[in-house]
């Protein structure tokens, strides 16, 4: 392999670890304060792409608006979700929670297909994330270069809101006792839906730049990078923030890494997820960021 088709690669996987953590870091902070994996998580990604594309294909609207009141209308699911199928169950055993979880993904992607069709749908990819910009010797779109930088303006954000706000403080509190927070005058049901909303919204991030990035939607889109978004979460250590990231960008560059120097071993791509997956839980069972009294959110 020559350096600069090296450096290709390189570029491509650190695009796609960038979408893994986007979507890891809701996994983390939702499993951070409820110790709950919201399953339908992979859904909701798909459906903050569907609304940006049926904004701009049905009501004609700018890219960017389009793409602000999918964020918005996302966030809002989210917040809707975690009302509808996980408030009512949480003083219920853990199985219970984990059940309406894989009960509401179901339920989404059903009625996903529904709504939208089973067929896939093509994506126009907006002017300013489809520019090819060359770098030296590597060749990019800029929306592979957008989504980086999203994800990393995002990180800092959510590290100062957790660790410099009063809405953080809560988030921890929450996060290390529910119960102590409770009698701390903490609102927990508010905690609980910002966290949500706040993880919807990245999903929402998350589905709208893959669209652009792989132009082609369909109701089952959120299922496997949802699985391996959660398992970015649990490499790095889930319930800390930066673990995600990590695993997110350890799970894209070993994907694709992989299969530019194998290229025999393509049609097992998605097959790394898990080996990476079995690997880190028999050498560190907490994750490579995680520790038995981490700080969780």
């Known amino acids: 392999m020559t350096p600069a088709l090296f450096l290709q690669h390189l570029a491509n996987a650190l695009a796609l670890g960038s979408l893994y953590a986007l979507i890891a870091i809701g996994y983390t902070m939702v499993y951070g304060i409820l110790r709950?994996?919201?399953?339908?998580?992979?859904?909701?990604?798909?459906?903050?792409?569907?609304?940006?594309?049926?904004?701009?294909?049905?009501?004609?609207?700018?890219?960017?608006?389009?793409?602000?009141?999918?964020?918005?209308?996302?966030?809002?699911?989210?917040?809707?979700?975690?009302?509808?199928?996980?408030?009512?169950?949480?003083?219920?055993?853990?199985?219970?929670?984990?059940?309406?979880?894989i009960g509401a993904s179901f339920l989404i992607e059903n009625v996903a297909v529904v709504l939208f069709g089973g067929r896939p749908k093509g994506v126009t990819v907006p002017d300013v994330m489809n520019v090819?910009?060359?770098?030296?010797?590597?060749?990019?779109?800029?929306?592979?270069?957008?989504?980086?930088?999203?994800?990393?303006?995002?990180?800092?954000?959510?590290?100062?809101?957790?660790?410099?706000?009063?809405?953080?403080?809560?988030?921890?509190?929450?996060s290390t006792d529910l119960d102590a927070a409770r009698l701390q005058a903490i609102d927990v049901n508010r905690i609980i839906s910002f966290t949500f909303g706040s993880g919807s919204l990245l999903a929402a991030f998350g589905g709208i730049l893959w669209s652009y990035k792989y132009p082609q939607l369909n109701p089952l889109m959120g299922v496997m990078p949802g699985l391996k978004c959660?398992?970015?979460?649990?490499v790095g250590g889930i319930g800390n923030i930066q673990g995600a990231v990590l695993g997110g960008f350890m799970l894209g560059i070993i994907?694709?890494?992989?299969?530019?120097?194998?290229?025999?071993?393509?049609?097992?791509?998605?097959?790394?997820?898990?080996?990476?997956?079995?690997?880190?839980?028999?050498?560190?069972?907490?994750?490579?960021?995680?520790?038995?009294?981490?700080?969780?959110?």
């Not at 859904?43 to 009501?59: C, E, H, R, W």
């Not at 999918?70 to 509808?84: D, N, Q, S």
């Not at 060749?139 to 809101?161: E, G, K, N, Q, Y």
């Not at 997956?277 to 981490?294: D, E, M, Q, R």
């Open 132 to 174: 090819r910009l060359q770098l030296g010797p590597v060749a990019v779109m800029s929306v592979s270069v957008v989504i980086p930088i999203f994800t990393f303006a995002i990180l800092a954000l959510l590290l100062w809101v957790v660790g410099k706000t009063k809405t953080g403080m809560a988030m921890r509190a929450v």
């Open 36 to 101: 709950l994996i919201n399953f339908a998580h992979g859904d909701v990604f798909m459906l903050g792409a569907y609304v940006a594309f049926y904004g701009a294909a049905l009501f004609l609207l700018p890219w960017w608006a389009s793409f602000a009141i999918a964020i918005a209308v996302t966030a809002l699911l989210g917040v809707l979700l975690e009302r509808v199928a996980y408030r009512p169950l949480r003083d219920s055993p853990r199985i219970s929670v984990m059940i309406s979880a």
């Open 230 to 234: 959660f398992i970015a979460a649990v």
């Open 255 to 297: 994907e694709l890494m992989a299969i530019a120097f194998l290229p025999t071993l393509t049609g097992y791509r998605d097959a790394f997820a898990f080996v990476l997956l079995i690997v880190v839980l028999l050498v560190k069972p907490s994750g490579l960021l995680g520790t038995g009294h981490a700080e969780k959110v």
